[in-house]
């Protein structure tokens, strides 16, 4: 008797288990957000140490790892998810010391992020920690932390001005000089004896030198614009920088506003500068932006600089003696990250070079020819960094399974070690993830349109499962075939995979107006507040996972933050018929109001035409046709999108009383939540507010 109970037991095990696969493969989301996120990643100017800030689940520590034969460890104890940010991280010259900045950004008010309400407040600061002893000292309130080449100061911005810190001392640290504007972007002389810096004057800017021993300012061919991005030569006697254009009373009316912008270097001694080049046409602006290192002085008196001139970003090459300019990395691919090698003589990069949907290492010669490709396979490569001798490179990597990582390779490329896999938890879900797999489809005016499909990993087909459309935020981002560069989409990347745990398939889309496929991709027309063209890539993906036999047609929801919050309330304002629920975080619902509250809303919409075409492009203008239900999530300190587009909309759809509306609000939480608890609960409210609206 007690065998034939139990045979039954054994077999009706095997039927539940059999009769649900999905849950043989199932996670929770705190064990597919567990794995630590890496950034900052930095290598010293001796020996092989290398440091990087990890965020494991919102409790951010410095990391370093000692050389080919160490173990990577934690110099720093910060065990609370308090919402903190911690960055800005620099080696002091002999490697022994780390100096950082700990705290977040003021809002448009002064007040500093403080997530958790703390009734103490919050604070950003100056710190160096020593890291055999991991003894840290507070330098002062303030950020963009610089070291001086001996190691014995570091300087700091506070308030738009600078001070001085003296690393070996206890004494307080002081404003290092008096001077009008905004002063900002510190950078040494090679020798230590002068200090560059950018100060900004509302309508113009100008690169200053402040001379240590002659306690004095010099400011280098002020002029009538905006003067940013300082380097220095390797000997010290001159300065490189960009140059924009100055305001204008009467902005140009276009997203581009004319950023062309020249190359000028100066003598530091007199003052006195020349441009050197000019960007052909005005792509600079957006060139300028996205890279750490825009421009480098390399060996032989060459400059080093980004510019999207040809149609896609690349890196430039420029010989000072010459005049003449060259493109180095020639070709239908972007540039991102890159580093020079500490001869000065090559440069190694991350590209999308020949897998334009990843990421993948390269080398140059800073004087032209054939480019090197280092890394190759499923993976993604970022954040390059030179070993002090040049003979090895650390990078940030990941692929579809194994979650962002440190490495390190041989400077010649081929494989490469993570250097902390240790840190991956335990049971961190990697053999139960999927592949995302690439597909690409038309939009109605015959734009080809990238995307990654998540399909449930189970024996069988099942046909008529739930779908869900993922849009990333920006709208200057890129999705890709695993695990992503930016924490903030590294989550999103978790919570896509999440999502195709639990039974749903997920296309991820990357819509016009975004990086990765040039700059006719991404400057698009009549996107965002003039027109939303690219609401019809989002309509072509919801009719793309329609022909698929195992999704069903009539149940495909929507989620995406910022700009794919936007898109989402969009596609259930205009098609609640196609789009059966949305989850929407910190989205912009009214272009029309975002430019009223910010000076054109970074769009440049100004006059009574321009904001009724960025009205009729926003949720707001269709709420009558919405009925969808939705869920709002937003953090009521947010400086991206400002609170009021979602108590806005929600107003509205509530007037109207056709949707079902949910809320997730955080008070004083930022635009990308700070600490790791509350995505949690914002992706577990997804996945709870999708189960039931459309499984």
């Not at 448009?108 to 403080?114: A, E, F, H, Q, S």
């Not at 027309?525 to 996972?545: H, W």
């Not at 698929?548 to 910022?562: A, N, R, Y």
């Not at 909309?649 to 635009?671: C, M, N, S, Y």
Request: aromatic content about 12%; some cysteine; charged content about 25%.
């Amino acid at each position: 008797m007690k065998k034939k109970k139990s045979y039954l037991a054994s077999l009706a095990l095997f039927m539940l288990i059999f009769s649900l696969p999905l849950f043989s493969q199932s996670f929770t989301l705190k064990q597919v957000l567990s794995s630590p996120f890496p950034s900052d990643l930095i290598a010293s100017q001796s020996g092989d140490r290398v440091a990087w800030v990890f965020n494991a689940e919102g409790k951010r520590n410095i990391w370093i790892y000692d050389g080919l034969d160490s173990k990577a460890r934690k110099i720093t104890s910060y065990d609370s998810d308090d919402g903190q940010e911690l960055g800005s991280i620099a080696f002091t010259p002999d490697g022994s010391r780390i100096v950082f900045v700990r705290g977040g950004s003021p809002n448009r008010g002064g007040w500093i992020p403080n997530p958790t309400s703390d009734p103490r407040g919050a604070e950003r600061c100056v710190y160096i920690v020593d890291i055999e002893t991991g003894k840290i000292r507070k330098l002062g309130n303030g950020y963009s932390p610089a070291v001086s080449p001996d190691g014995t100061r570091v300087v700091f911005v506070r308030n738009g001005k600078i001070y001085i810190a003296y690393i070996d001392t206890t004494t307080k640290s002081t404003q290092l000089f008096y001077a009008r504007g905004q002063n900002t972007s510190p950078v040494w002389s090679p020798g230590g004896k002068r200090l560059a810096f950018v100060s900004y004057r509302d309508d113009h800017s100008y690169i200053g030198i402040y001379d240590f021993e002659e306690n004095s300012i010099k400011w280098m061919a002020p002029g009538v614009d905006r003067d940013r991005e300082v380097v220095w030569s390797p000997e010290g006697r001159r300065v490189a920088f960009f140059r924009f254009p100055g305001t204008m009373v009467e902005q140009p009316r276009s997203k581009e506003l004319l950023r062309s912008f020249e190359i000028w270097i100066a003598d530091v001694e007199t003052g006195k500068g020349r441009r050197v080049w000019t960007c052909p046409d005005s792509s600079g602006g957006f060139a300028q932006y996205y890279p750490d290192h825009p421009l480098m002085w390399c060996d032989d008196d060459y400059l080093l600089f980004y510019s999207e001139h040809d149609g896609w970003i690349h890196l430039y090459s420029l010989s000072i003696k010459t005049g003449k300019a060259i493109c180095l990395t020639p070709g239908k691919y972007i540039v991102e990250d890159c580093i020079l090698s500490p001869d000065r003589k090559r440069v190694v990069f991350n590209s999308n070079k020949g897998d334009i949907d990843r990421r993948h290492l390269w080398s140059a010669s800073i004087k032209g020819g054939s480019v090197k490709q280092l890394t190759k396979g499923d993976g993604i490569e970022w954040k390059p960094q030179f070993s002090s001798d040049g003979s090895h490179i650390f990078f940030l990597c990941s692929d579809a399974l194994q979650p962002a990582a440190p490495a390190v390779m041989s400077v010649k490329g081929g494989k490469h070690r993570l250097i902390a896999q240790e840190a991956i938890p335990d049971d961190f879900p990697t053999d139960r993830l999927v592949h995302p797999k690439k597909v690409v489809f038309k939009a109605p005016d015959g734009l080809e349109i990238h995307g990654q499909l998540f399909v449930p990993k189970v024996s069988g087909e099942k046909k008529n499962r739930p779908a869900v459309i993922f849009m990333h935020g920006g709208p200057i981002r890129q999705m890709l075939l695993g695990w992503h560069m930016r924490g903030y989409y590294h989550r999103a990347y978790g919570m896509n995979q999440y999502l195709a745990s639990r039974g749903y398939v997920v296309l991820s889309v990357n819509y016009r107006s975004g990086i990765g496929y040039g700059r006719a991709f991404r400057t698009a027309p009549n996107q965002g507040p003039r027109g939303a063209s690219e609401y019809q890539d989002i309509v072509a993906a919801a009719k793309y996972l329609q022909t698929l036999s195992f999704v069903d047609p009539e149940k495909i929801g929507l989620w995406g933050g910022s700009y794919g919050g936007y898109l989402t309330a969009l596609g259930l304002a205009r098609d609640s018929e196609l789009f059966r629920a949305g989850v929407d975080l910190h989205g912009v619902h009214d272009w029309s109001l975002r430019a009223r509250r910010r000076e054109g809303g970074g769009w440049q919409i100004y006059g009574d035409e321009a904001m009724r075409l960025a009205y009729k492009s926003s949720p707001v203008a269709d709420v009558e046709f919405w009925y969808s239900p939705v869920l709002f999530i937003h953090g009521d300190d947010d400086r991206n999108v400002d609170f009021i587009q979602t108590t806005d909309l929600v107003q509205r759809l509530r007037r109207e009383g056709k949707a079902h509306i949910e809320l997730l609000v955080f008070p004083d939480e930022v635009h990308s939540f700070l600490c790791h608890k509350n995505w949690l609960r914002a992706y577990e409210a997804c996945a709870d507010f999708f189960d039931r609206f459309l499984k």
